[in-house]
């Protein structure tokens, strides 16, 4: 009667990371009990994550050595595991939201989110590219267009790109309030980055020592267009949480990231706690510190739970 929040199945998105049907299908390392989806996995997943009320699913490719390129052209390919999920999941599973994050780093052979010259990342050069990835992401059916590079300038530009495209109903999640953080290591391992990834992302992604960068982030994607904007990692920073949430009253979304699923997972193995309480806790705590929705890995696990009358 006297919470003050509260955590529903409508509250959750689910992360999937993608992969083609004849990778291999083993555990993401350091990620117990999470796998990578072919498109036909990813179809099934969104039918359970629809029937538990999950508004979305949001979608990672792995993509192997072989398929990368200094100039990421698979992001551009119409074909693409992407492509292929979204308009799987479409035909089979429409009832469920697509987001899709836009970034060139599943598809560069260095790893990074934009394209790199002699050491440095070309701004303008990836925001063109990414532009004509959003639009080829929204022709696949993706509802909402996640760009998660940090490059400056792109909100508006995909924006623009989305409305002349006949794509004015997309919807736009910013990545606004990135760090350039440790905690994406799993992430960098299930999408095929691992040992290809040159250097770090310091250049584009913030300093965790930063508030008030993140603040001027959000109101610059603001200003250009977005229509959600992101906190990512999600615990060590729900301080931006709050922050952003009480300071521009957008719909605020929290990503729960891959090394967080770590840490929750290998401790609970290790017996330091039981997996279900300290997940629902810990999603319950995005929800206290002001999140609109949360990104997660077991979304459709903590869905379950929340939907069991036996619990
Ligand atoms: C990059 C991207 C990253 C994640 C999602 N999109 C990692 C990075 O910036 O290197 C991380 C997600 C996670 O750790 O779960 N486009």
């Not at 590079?149 to 623009?160: E, L, N, Q």
């Not at 200003?223 to 906190?231: H, I, N, R």
């Not at 521009?248 to 990503?255: K, L, N």
Request: with cysteine.
């Amino acid at each position: 009667m006297t919470a003050e929040s509260r955590l529903v199945p409508e509250d959750l998105i689910q992360a999937v990371i993608l992969r083609e049907d004849d990778a291999p299908a083993g555990p993401v390392p350091a990620m117990p009990g999470i796998a990578r989806a072919t498109a036909d996995e990813a179809v099934e997943i969104a039918r359970k994550a629809s029937a538990l009320g999950l508004p979305a699913l949001a979608l990672f490719p792995q993509t192997g050595p072989e398929h990368r390129s200094a100039e990421a052209q698979l992001a551009l390919d119409p074909g693409n595991l992407m492509c292929r999920a979204a308009r799987a999941i479409k035909a089979e599973a429409p009832g469920i939201g697509l987001i899709a994050d836009v970034a060139l780093d599943p598809y560069t052979d260095h790893g990074h989110d934009g394209l790199l010259r002699e050491g440095v990342i070309l701004n303008d050069e990836t925001v063109e590219l990414l532009t004509r990835q959003a639009l080829v992401l929204a022709e696949a059916g993706y509802d909402v267009l996640a760009p998660s590079d940090m490059m400056d300038g792109r909100i508006a530009a995909i924006r623009t790109a989305l409305d002349e495209g006949g794509y004015a109903d997309r919807l736009i999640l910013s990545y606004a309030v990135k760090y350039a953080s440790r905690f994406y290591g799993p992430y960098r391992d299930a999408i095929g980055s691992r040992g290809v990834l040159q250097g770090d992302k310091r250049t584009y992604q913030m300093d965790p020592r930063n508030a008030e960068e993140g603040l001027r982030e959000v109101a610059l994607d603001v200003a250009e267009g977005a229509d959600m904007v992101m906190v990512k990692p999600g615990l060590p920073y729900l301080d931006m949480v709050a922050r952003v949430k009480d300071g521009f009253g957008v719909p605020t979304v929290a990503f729960q990231v891959s090394g967080e699923y770590a840490m929750l997972a290998c401790a609970a193995e290790a017996g330091a706690f039981d997996f279900e309480a300290a997940g629902l806790e810990a999603l319950a705590c995005f929800r206290r510190a002001g999140a609109d929705a949360i990104v997660s890995y077991y979304a459709i696990r903590a869905a379950e739970w929340l939907s069991d009358p036996a619990r």
